[in-house]
């Protein structure tokens, strides 16, 4: 468990925010593993808040999917699930495509550097990743969302991220070649110069094609077909 961070820092409105967004983190990161029981006053002292604020927070999180709570309050991270993870997936090749599509016909100088940037701060990801090299992939592929310029489909797409990001990160675990982290980097970079060269069919495509190959398209492999509905 992280050493205890103290409460109420500049940034964060109320403790339940700050609550909300460290748990967040840790089950991003995987320090809260899926299906983990979440000791609420353990976890409370460790962000340096009380549990109610924790609560809320634990609250928000179930609303988003990442926390099951049950009538007596107990609380434990959602475990994986192969019919989650293929909703994610068949979202994520529709609506990246489209957000690839757009930023190349729509993209600013500004919003050129900003994935000029993201991509020159990439980090390759390991088989444990830290937060910082996850980050980086967000920032990344938040930059090409914004660079869409529709605020319905970037809200929706960075709503996406961290339940996605849960699954990449499992996916890590089985490891990835040299010549796979070499694809996938050549495949940032082609992004970047489809969005810059302002070609829409390019773009998506090659969006497209990241998707299919993506982390989370893996660990669905290995999860296996989702029951059939009933």
Do not use: C
């Not at 748990?23 to 340096?48: F, K, M, N, S, Y």
């Not at 100088?109 to 910082?132: F, I, K, N, Y």
């Not at 050549?186 to 390019?202: I, K, Q, S």
């Amino acid at each position: 468990m992280p050493e205890p961070s103290p409460a109420g820092p500049p940034g964060f409105a109320t403790k339940s925010d700050l609550a909300y967004t460290r748990v967040r983190e840790l089950i991003g990161t995987g320090d809260l593993a899926p299906g983990a029981v979440l000791p609420q006053a353990a976890l409370a002292r460790t962000i340096g808040i009380s549990t109610t604020p924790l609560r809320e927070a634990l609250r928000r999180l179930m609303q988003e999917g990442l926390v099951d709570l049950d009538a007596h309050r107990n609380a434990r991270v959602r475990p994986l699930d192969a019919a989650e993870a293929r909703d994610l997936l068949e979202l994520r090749q529709t609506l990246d495509p489209l957000a690839a599509s757009l930023a190349a016909q729509r993209r600013t100088d500004a919003d050129l550097a900003d994935v000029r940037a993201a991509l020159d701060g990439l980090e390759a990801l390991s088989s444990r990743p830290s937060t910082a090299q996850l980050e980086s992939h967000q920032r990344f592929h938040a930059a090409i969302h914004h660079a869409a310029h529709n605020a319905l489909l970037t809200q929706t797409l960075d709503g996406l991220w961290l339940k996605t990001d849960r699954y990449r990160r499992h996916g890590l675990e089985a490891g990835r070649t040299n010549e796979e982290r070499d694809a996938r980097a050549t495949e940032h970079r082609l992004l970047f110069e489809a969005v810059r060269n302002g070609d829409p069919e390019a773009a998506a495509d090659l969006m497209r094609r990241h998707i299919e190959s993506s982390l989370g398209a893996q660990l669905l492999d290995r999860l296996g077909d989702p029951e059939p509905p009933r």
